[in-house]
């Protein structure tokens, strides 16, 4: 089955810094790469999703690249608000499989 | 448009004892995914109904069972509670849109403690 990786496991950056998550899987038959953010007390919620026709997608201050040949895939998040710290995960599916697969989550917090 | 609703949101039960949660999807969706979210083992997946039929099924015990209805509510069951039962149980809804699943929306989840 697919095993996907998520790096690092924690990450604090400062107010108005970039931060960066990345995430590896290992199905190359995966299409599709939501990632989620999970604030405490809440289910997931999804920020931003790409499909492996697509090189790389962004909203506002979020952004995920995806590299199929070397089937990995990040989040990118500019301008970071306090309002950004949660765990965030990332996870790999077939588009018609709704299967999610998910990385073990990156608790980020936003130093102000 | 109301979100993905679970109920309860916390259960205690007894170890040996079965139980029964609950998942109402977005309207229109008719795809239903359940999770288990445990701090060692994270986000896995346990099954997928659309249709009140079960399309996909993740590696858990057959103690972990669920169903579909007709309206596509969800429910889900666990037999014979075991104390690594505990866990954050999330449930997803989704449509169908040209033959695929569109994205997931996650209900806040039923927290099972089992003791």
């Known amino acids: 089955g697919e095993n996907v990786e998520q790096h690092p496991s924690t990450l604090s950056v400062q107010e108005g810094d970039s931060a960066v998550i990345k995430c590896t899987y290992s199905?190359?038959?995966?299409?599709?790469f939501p990632w989620y953010k999970q604030e405490l007390g809440k289910g997931p919620q999804l920020i931003i999703d790409?499909?492996?026709?697509?090189g790389e997608k962004k909203d506002q201050r979020i952004a995920v690249t995806l590299n199929k040949t070397a089937k990995h895939f990040s989040l990118h998040i500019t301008e970071t608000q306090p309002e950004d710290s949660a765990v965030y995960f990332c996870?790999?599916?077939?588009?018609?499989?709704?299967?999610?697969?998910f990385g073990a989550g990156t608790t980020v917090t936003v130093r102000a | 448009k109301a979100g993905v609703t679970q109920t309860p949101r916390y259960l205690i039960k007894t170890r040996g004892q079965q139980v029964t949660l609950s998942c109402s999807p977005i309207?229109?969706?008719?795809?239903v995914s359940w999770y288990q979210q445990t701090p060692g083992q994270g986000l896995q997946f346990l099954f997928e109904?659309?249709?009140?039929?079960?399309?996909n099924k993740g590696n858990f015990p057959g103690r972990f069972s669920g169903r579909q209805f007709s309206n596509s509510r969800s429910e889900m069951n666990v037999s014979t509670l075991e104390l690594g039962d505990s866990a954050l149980y999330l449930c997803?809804?989704?449509?169908?849109?040209?033959?695929?699943?569109?994205?997931?929306?996650f209900g806040q989840g039923t927290r099972l403690t089992v003791v």
């Open positions: 997803a809804s989704s449509y169908m849109q040209g033959g695929v699943n569109t994205e997931a929306f």
């Open positions: 199905d190359s038959a995966s299409n599709y």
């Open positions: 790409i499909r492996s026709n697509v």
């Open positions: 996870a790999a599916s077939l588009v018609d499989d709704y299967k999610l697969s």
């Open positions: 309207s229109g969706h008719r795809s």
């Open positions: 109904y659309f249709s009140e039929t079960q399309r």
